[in-house]
């Protein structure tokens, strides 16, 4: 018997070890349950096996690809508006496979279902790609009748125990109310990163994926409790996977996701990723596409000072208005103290949301200057 409970115990690791490495999860436990209805199928022996570097022809007109120490060949987006955090221009859907991310992205199909995303303090957000598809790769934050998420970082595998909090930092988090968790417009219901100090005390790490049929599936939320909770039921939707990488973001048909899902052949690639400017339209989700610069061609000097100029304007603006909608919810809430605080602790609490602020802001007009610093020498693409 204790022999039987060693042998199931180390395949429970080494499956968890595979996964952790190659893919998104955390937290894993295997299972035999059956998934019920999703139409997934295996890649049949014709098919062509591709490996990670199938994603730098895909991603190249999206964004920058450039070699960053420790990971590899990274991307990251262009376009995003400032303040943009991954996992938040889109929607949580329930699917055969759990929650899982629908983008508004047009590229959103790989970034937030294959590897990992991590925030360089000199690049900002960048992902690094994995050969694994799951329905989300982050990690959650449930209570109180708030939920939040985060990305989960590369360095995050499969350990018992392991505190996943202690990895991801406090601005990575968004929190939003759990009535609104399902809503189209999502990005409108997040809260202020420089509010997350709050939320992270008042929330407890729920984190939870399983390996069903061989299939990541994220369990970290029940959605019966979340059902009791907002007093009406959550749909459910089945995946039907796309055989070819889509031309377009993903898609929300009746109750059926058509989602990009083959899994990437395990050899190391044998390329680097093309170096070359977004030949795409620029798609926000937020706001009408933008032409991007024609492949080859580099602004002059004049055009990349008037658009620094132009972005300092416009970070100045976004913070100020933060700032100001920051100070908006703290009067409401000293003039109705919600219930998951005392009176007493209330102005603490916003103390230190006044605090997380500041750092944010700074860290964000560093960055800013380190990347205008780079475009005035040459160094990787402007955006």
Known sequence: MKQNLLLVFVLVLITAGVFGISGCTVGVHPTS????????????????????????????????WFDLQSYGWVWTPSGVPYGWRPYTHGRWVYTDFGWTWVSDWEWGWAPFHYGRWLFDPYYGWVWV?????????????????WVGWAPLPPNVGWQVGVNISAHIKTHWWCFTEERLLFEPNLR??????????????????????????????????SVEQVERSVKRSIPRYSI????????????????????????????????????????????????????????????????????????????NT??????????????????????????????KQHEA?????????DQ????????????????????
Not at 319 to 345: D, G, I
Request: charged residues 35%; proline residues 11%.
């Open 188 to 221: 409108n219901n997040i809260v202020l990163p420089a509010r997350n100090v709050t939320f992270l005390n008042i929330t407890r790490n729920v984190t939870n994926y399983t390996i069903i049929q061989n299939r990541v599936v994220n369990r970290s939320l």
């Open 129 to 145: 790609p994995g050969r694994e598809w799951a329905p989300a790769c982050v990690a959650w934050q449930y209570g109180n009748g």
């Open 318 to 347: 976004r913070q100020q208005e933060e700032r100001t909608k920051l100070e908006e919810e703290h009067r409401r809430e000293l003039q109705r103290p919600p219930t998951w605080v005392s009176p007493k602790e209330i102005r």
């Open 240 to 315: 039907v996977d796309r055989d070819t990488a889509p031309s377009a973001r993903d898609r929300v048909r009746g109750n059926e996701i058509s989602m990009f899902r083959h899994q990437l052949a395990e050899p190391a690639p044998t390329r680097t990723p093309p170096r070359m400017e977004p030949s795409k339209p620029v798609e926000r989700p937020d706001r009408r596409p933008g032409v991007a610069t024609p492949s080859g061609q580099r602004p002059s000097p004049p055009e990349i000072s008037q658009r620094q100029e132009s972005d300092r304007r416009q970070l």
């Open 33 to 64: 349950e059956p998934v019920r209805s999703g139409r997934y199928y295996q890649p049949s022996p014709g098919r062509a096996q591709v490996d990670i570097s199938f994603f730098y022809d895909q991603m190249a007109p999206y964004g920058e």
């Open 364 to 383: 964000e007009k560093k960055s800013l200057k380190q990347r205008h610093e780079r475009e005035e020498k040459g160094e990787g693409r402007p955006r």
């Open 353 to 361: 949301e006044r605090r997380a602020l500041d750092e944010q802001q």
